[in-house]
């Protein structure tokens, strides 16, 4: 009776919230791995037996004619260990943080637990748990940008794709507004970043990796061929590279450039690398040495500091803000 109620509770937990489903051949897997010695016919009769007692929602695969399950949407969360208030506040955080980089239907996985962590901190209002977040905030820096929206379904079969390993065939308008049509993507990964989320991954069986934006995606259906990973492929890898800073030199730069003292504050404290050195000059200047990856996004944050700074080497760099300046000077009408 006990391993048949341990059962029971891991087979639970396994079943998704709608508009996610599984069926009883992965729940039956998914056990087998866990030590359980079942059968599928057990597994289903486990279903049944369940629905009973908790609401799950039961539909049919039209293609495989197998039951689907899913909790219902409208559900309360099956809470096994009973949330803590020290839980409950960094759900509370974790949200605040997260509504400003992922999209709604990504979030909308989660709102069950922000939901019951916002529930027992208004039952704790009389308690320092209370206080405690009314003194945490999350603020982000820049613009606060609006993420732009990605088809429900999308961010259906490509997480589900990721997590199980599986390819997919896919529309995907290219940032011209070319439609690629039908293309088979081999998912490695999902990187989130500032209001983007990108699928690493490769296309068209060729090994190229790339970076998709998931709200470019139009159509999307799974498939059930395994996803194959380039050799060598390790993602942290891959991003320590410098692939998201799209760099425009493979070697690393030796970067020198001169600035104002009060910009080099927080450099101190957060170096941009394992060898930044700084020094001050006689002008009262800072000047800042550090090997970086040649990129874009190099530029983009040396011209956030406008006039505070002053490339120095390389040469190439350095002319490279030479023209930029005398071209602002010609947009502004100063030449």
């Known amino acids: 009776m006990k391993d048949t109620t341990m059962r029971y ?11 996610s489903t599984i069926d009883a051949g992965i729940i039956t897997e998914k056990l087998n791995e866990q030590g359980y010695e079942v059968t599928i016919r057990t597994v289903q009769r486990d279903l049944v037996k369940l629905s009973a007692k908790f609401p799950l929602v039961r539909t049919k695969n039209i293609d495989s004619n197998a039951f689907l399950w899913s909790w219902s949407e409208s559900s309360a969360m099956l809470d096994i260990p009973r949330m803590s208030p020290l839980t409950a506040l960094t759900f509370t955080l974790v949200e605040s943080y997260l509504r400003h980089l992922l999209p709604k239907p990504i979030l909308s996985f989660l709102n069950h637990h922000f939901e019951r962590a916002k529930a027992l901190l208004d039952k704790l209002q009389s308690t320092h748990y209370f206080k405690w977040y009314e003194k945490f905030r999350i603020i982000q820096w820049g613009p606060d940008y609006t993420p732009p929206k990605i088809n429900e379904n999308v961010i259906d079969v490509v ?9 997919f065939i896919a529309n995907y308008k290219t940032k011209t507004g070319k439609i690629l049509k039908k293309i088979v993507v081999n998912p490695l990964g999902m990187v989130f970043r500032r209001e983007i989320n ?11 990796i790339r970076q ?15 996803r194959m990973i380039p050799d060598g492929f390790n993602i942290d890898d891959y991003i320590s ?14 970067l020198q450039a001169l600035f104002a003292e009060e910009s080099m504050i927080y450099r101190e404290e957060a170096p941009i690398s394992d060898d930044q050195t700084l020094k ?7 000047l800042l040495k550090a090997t970086l990856h040649d990129s874009f996004e190099l530029r983009w944050w040396l011209t956030g500091f406008g006039d ?11 002319d490279e803000f ?14």
């Open 9 to 19: 509770l891991a087979t639970l937990v396994m079943i998704p919230r709608e508009p």
């Open 159 to 167: 997480y589900n794709a990721i997590l199980n390993e599986k390819q």
């Open 198 to 208: 990108y699928l690493v991954c490769t296309y068209r069986g060729v090994s190229e």
């Open 212 to 226: 998709l934006p998931l709200h470019r995606f139009q159509k999307v259906v799974p498939l059930d061929q395994q």
């Open 241 to 254: 590279s410098g692939a998201f800073s799209y760099q425009i030199n493979k070697n690393p730069i030796k």
């Open 280 to 286: 001050k000059q006689k002008d009262g200047r800072v």
């Open 308 to 318: 505070k700074v002053e490339v120095v080497k390389p040469k190439y760099l350095r």
């Open 322 to 335: 030479i023209l930029r300046i005398k071209n602002l000077a010609s947009i502004y009408k100063l030449l």
